[in-house]
Protein backbone atom coordinates (compact mmCIF):
# COMPACT_ATOMS: atom_id res chain seq x y z
CA UNK A 1 0.00 0.00 0.00
CA UNK A 2 1.35 3.63 -0.95
CA UNK A 3 1.55 5.72 1.73
CA UNK A 4 -0.92 8.81 2.20
CA UNK A 5 -0.12 11.74 0.28
CA UNK A 6 -0.71 15.01 2.32
CA UNK A 7 -0.20 18.66 1.61
CA UNK A 8 -0.02 20.76 4.85
CA UNK A 9 -1.38 24.28 4.51
CA UNK A 10 -0.84 26.01 7.33
CA UNK A 11 3.12 25.21 9.18
CA UNK A 12 2.34 26.99 12.51
CA UNK A 13 2.14 24.84 16.05
CA UNK A 14 -0.58 22.22 14.73
CA UNK A 15 0.40 21.62 11.21
CA UNK A 16 4.51 21.81 11.79
CA UNK A 17 4.55 20.12 15.24
CA UNK A 18 1.50 18.13 16.04
CA UNK A 19 0.55 16.70 12.35
CA UNK A 20 3.44 16.39 10.34
CA UNK A 21 5.65 14.97 12.28
CA UNK A 22 3.98 11.42 11.76
CA UNK A 23 5.03 11.46 8.31
CA UNK A 24 8.68 10.75 9.87
CA UNK A 25 7.15 8.32 12.61
CA UNK A 26 5.38 6.71 9.68
CA UNK A 27 6.58 6.97 6.77
CA UNK A 28 4.71 3.69 5.38
CA UNK A 29 1.37 5.52 5.96
CA UNK A 30 1.86 9.12 5.59
CA UNK A 31 3.90 11.33 2.97
CA UNK A 32 3.83 15.37 2.90
CA UNK A 33 4.33 16.07 -0.91
CA UNK A 34 3.45 20.01 -0.36
CA UNK A 35 3.48 22.90 1.91
CA UNK A 36 1.39 26.32 2.14
CA UNK A 37 2.57 28.95 4.31
CA UNK A 38 2.84 32.92 4.43
CA UNK A 39 5.67 32.81 6.95
CA UNK A 40 8.67 32.49 4.49
CA UNK A 41 11.28 31.34 7.32
CA UNK A 42 8.71 28.58 8.19
CA UNK A 43 8.23 27.40 4.67
CA UNK A 44 11.68 26.88 4.34
CA UNK A 45 12.48 24.90 7.52
CA UNK A 46 9.09 22.64 6.68
CA UNK A 47 10.51 22.18 3.13
CA UNK A 48 13.72 21.50 3.95
CA UNK A 49 12.82 18.83 7.15
CA UNK A 50 10.32 16.80 4.70
CA UNK A 51 12.52 16.91 1.83
CA UNK A 52 9.97 19.09 -0.34
CA UNK A 53 11.13 20.47 -3.70
CA UNK A 54 9.93 24.94 -4.17
CA UNK A 55 7.48 23.89 -6.52
CA UNK A 56 5.56 22.29 -3.70
CA UNK A 57 5.83 25.48 -1.57
CA UNK A 58 2.76 27.67 -1.68
CA UNK A 59 2.31 31.04 -0.44
CA UNK A 60 -0.74 30.55 0.55
CA UNK A 61 -3.29 27.86 1.00
CA UNK A 62 -5.80 29.90 -1.79
CA UNK A 63 -2.24 29.87 -4.10
CA UNK A 64 -2.16 25.86 -3.69
CA UNK A 65 -6.08 25.57 -4.16
CA UNK A 66 -5.83 26.41 -7.33
CA UNK A 67 -3.61 24.06 -8.54
CA UNK A 68 -4.88 20.46 -9.90
CA UNK A 69 -5.01 17.78 -7.25
CA UNK A 70 -1.38 16.77 -6.38
CA UNK A 71 -2.10 14.86 -2.72
CA UNK A 72 -4.81 12.43 -1.16
CA UNK A 73 -5.82 14.18 1.97
CA UNK A 74 -5.16 18.01 2.95
CA UNK A 75 -4.65 19.01 6.50
CA UNK A 76 -5.87 22.89 6.72
CA UNK A 77 -4.11 24.44 9.89
CA UNK A 78 -4.45 28.20 9.01
CA UNK A 79 -6.26 30.76 11.08
CA UNK A 80 -9.77 29.88 12.03
CA UNK A 81 -11.25 32.28 9.75
CA UNK A 82 -10.08 30.87 6.79
CA UNK A 83 -10.93 27.34 7.14
CA UNK A 84 -14.47 27.48 5.40
CA UNK A 85 -13.68 28.95 2.48
CA UNK A 86 -10.26 26.58 2.11
CA UNK A 87 -12.03 23.78 3.09
CA UNK A 88 -14.93 24.56 0.83
CA UNK A 89 -12.67 24.66 -2.49
CA UNK A 90 -10.68 21.82 -1.43
CA UNK A 91 -13.48 19.58 -1.46
CA UNK A 92 -14.47 20.87 -4.96
CA UNK A 93 -10.65 19.63 -6.20
CA UNK A 94 -11.80 16.23 -4.52
CA UNK A 95 -9.40 16.47 -1.50
CA UNK A 96 -10.32 14.60 1.84
CA UNK A 97 -9.40 17.26 5.06
CA UNK A 98 -8.17 16.85 8.31
CA UNK A 99 -9.72 20.23 9.50
CA UNK A 100 -7.88 21.58 12.18
CA UNK A 101 -10.63 23.48 15.05
CA UNK A 102 -13.09 25.28 14.44
CA UNK A 103 -14.17 23.33 11.75
CA UNK A 104 -15.51 27.40 10.86
CA UNK A 105 -16.55 30.60 12.46
CA UNK A 106 -20.26 30.25 11.75
CA UNK A 107 -22.73 28.05 11.59
CA UNK A 108 -23.42 29.17 7.81
CA UNK A 109 -19.99 28.44 7.09
CA UNK A 110 -20.02 25.02 8.64
CA UNK A 111 -23.11 24.34 6.88
CA UNK A 112 -20.90 25.40 3.64
CA UNK A 113 -18.58 22.12 3.98
CA UNK A 114 -21.14 19.71 5.08
CA UNK A 115 -23.04 20.31 2.26
CA UNK A 116 -19.81 20.72 -0.12
CA UNK A 117 -18.82 17.67 1.22
CA UNK A 118 -22.36 15.79 0.55
CA UNK A 119 -22.04 17.15 -3.08
CA UNK A 120 -18.37 16.28 -3.96
CA UNK A 121 -18.24 13.19 -1.99
CA UNK A 122 -14.97 14.32 0.25
CA UNK A 123 -14.91 13.36 3.69
CA UNK A 124 -13.76 16.11 6.60
CA UNK A 125 -12.55 15.10 9.83
CA UNK A 126 -12.48 17.88 12.71
CA UNK A 127 -9.12 17.09 14.71
CA UNK A 128 -8.65 18.36 18.28
CA UNK A 129 -5.21 16.95 18.48
CA UNK A 130 -3.97 18.93 22.15
CA UNK A 131 -6.06 16.13 23.68
CA UNK A 132 -3.21 13.79 22.61
CA UNK A 133 -0.18 16.25 23.48
CA UNK A 134 2.28 14.85 25.74
CA UNK A 135 1.23 17.31 28.90
CA UNK A 136 -2.15 16.37 28.61
CA UNK A 137 -1.39 13.32 28.77
CA UNK A 138 0.78 13.07 31.47
CA UNK A 139 -2.41 15.32 33.16
CA UNK A 140 -4.44 12.68 32.69
CA UNK A 141 -2.03 9.98 34.00
CA UNK A 142 -1.42 11.99 37.36
CA UNK A 143 -5.23 12.84 37.74
CA UNK A 144 -5.83 8.44 37.34
CA UNK A 145 -3.24 7.64 39.60
CA UNK A 146 -4.52 9.18 42.43
CA UNK A 147 -0.88 10.90 43.08
CA UNK A 148 -2.12 14.79 43.27
CA UNK A 149 -5.12 13.61 45.13
CA UNK A 150 -8.67 13.72 44.13
CA UNK A 151 -9.84 16.53 41.75
CA UNK A 152 -12.86 18.76 42.39
CA UNK A 153 -12.58 21.03 39.89
CA UNK A 154 -10.60 22.09 36.04
CA UNK A 155 -10.41 25.64 35.21
CA UNK A 156 -9.32 25.20 31.93
CA UNK A 157 -8.20 28.03 29.82
CA UNK A 158 -6.01 27.25 26.20
CA UNK A 159 -3.54 29.78 25.76
CA UNK A 160 -2.63 29.22 21.73
CA UNK A 161 0.17 32.14 22.15
CA UNK A 162 2.50 34.07 24.03
CA UNK A 163 -0.33 36.48 24.57
Known sequence: MEPLKVAVLGCGMRGQFCYAPFSKQRPDLMKIVAIAEPDQNKRKEFADTYGLKESRCFLTAEDFLEHEKMADVVFICTQDSQHAS???????LAYDILLEKPAATTLEDCEAILAASKKYGGRVAVCHVLRYTMFYQLLKFFIDSG???EVMSVDHLEQVGWW
Open 147 to 149: RIG
Open 86 to 92: QAVKALE
